[in-house]
């Protein structure tokens, strides 16, 4: 009997170091696991900044871009407005001068001049 509990002994111990081992596999699993937690914690919090820094970067951008969309349809509208007034003022010059020359005679030599 006393070669049976130390077979059952010697066993448990056995099974014990196994499970030890065991332990000791999963702890370092757990530890690798970790540190790759970290690492991908550390790139997300890179990437978050990155993708922070684009943000504003698009944002001065379309500020900067507006801007000068608006500067550009000031100055448009501006030489429309300039351009407007020199052609009512060319037409009541031509008017002046049908008036001085006879409409019949400016609108004949108008249709010479169209070709057909």
């Known amino acids: 009997m006393d070669n049976e509990i130390k077979d059952m002994l010697v066993k448990l111990l056995e099974g014990q170091s196994r499970l030890e081992s065991k332990v000791t596999g999963l702890e370092t699993e757990a530890r690798k696991h970790s540190i790759k937690f970290e ?7 890179i990437i978050a900044e ?7 970067q698009s944002e001065i951008s379309f500020k900067n871009t507006d801007s000068l969309i ?3 349809t000031d100055l448009l509208g501006g030489a429309v407005k300039s351009i407007s007034k020199d052609v009512k003022d060319v037409k009541e010059s031509i008017e002046v001068l049908k008036d001085m020359t006879g409409r019949h005679e400016v609108d004949i030599n108008i249709l010479k001049r169209r070709p057909v």
């Open 70 to 72: 608006e500067e550009k």
């Open 39 to 45: 690492t991908m914690e550390e790139n997300i919090k």
């Open 50 to 56: 990155l993708q922070s820094g684009h943000k504003e």
